[in-house]
């Protein structure tokens, strides 16, 4: 059974940082080009950052770029999203996401595992 289970989430001031985590277990990970996703209250689903099997390739959504950075630890298994600069708009429930294969995509339908979320707050 895959799972994928995000860590890191909290309440942080604007201007702050925070690293969310992403462990998965029940597949193989070198396997599987990964993803960050957000969904805020009444907001649908975004994308937020991507990044190949080996790490060599990134993606960013315009509105994390250059604040945010995703990598991988291939042999933890485990993916993360460093956060800095933080607003108060980046405020959601973080998702990790992972797809068999090699091409990153931006889209949520083009995932085929999902963890339950994390809680980012950013306060003004």
């Known amino acids: 059974q895959v799972q994928l289970v995000e860590s890191g989430g909290g309440l942080v001031q604007a201007g702050g940082s925070l690293r969310l985590s992403c462990a998965a277990s029940?597949?193989?990970?070198?396997?599987?080009?990964m993803g960050w996703f957000r969904q805020a209250p009444g907001k649908e689903r975004e994308f937020v950052a991507a990044?190949?099997?080996?790490?060599?390739?990134?993606y960013y959504a315009d509105s994390v770029k250059g604040r945010f950075t995703i990598s991988r630890d291939n042999a933890k298994n485990t993916v993360y999203l460093q956060m800095n600069s933080l607003k108060p708009e980046d405020t959601a429930v973080y998702y990790c996401a992972g797809r068999e294969g090699r091409t990153i995509v931006s889209r949520t339908g083009g995932y085929d595992y999902w963890g339950q979320g994390t809680q980012v707050t950013v306060s003004s």
């Open positions: 029940g597949l193989t990970f070198g396997s599987c080009s």
């Open positions: 990044i190949s099997r080996s790490g060599s390739s990134t």
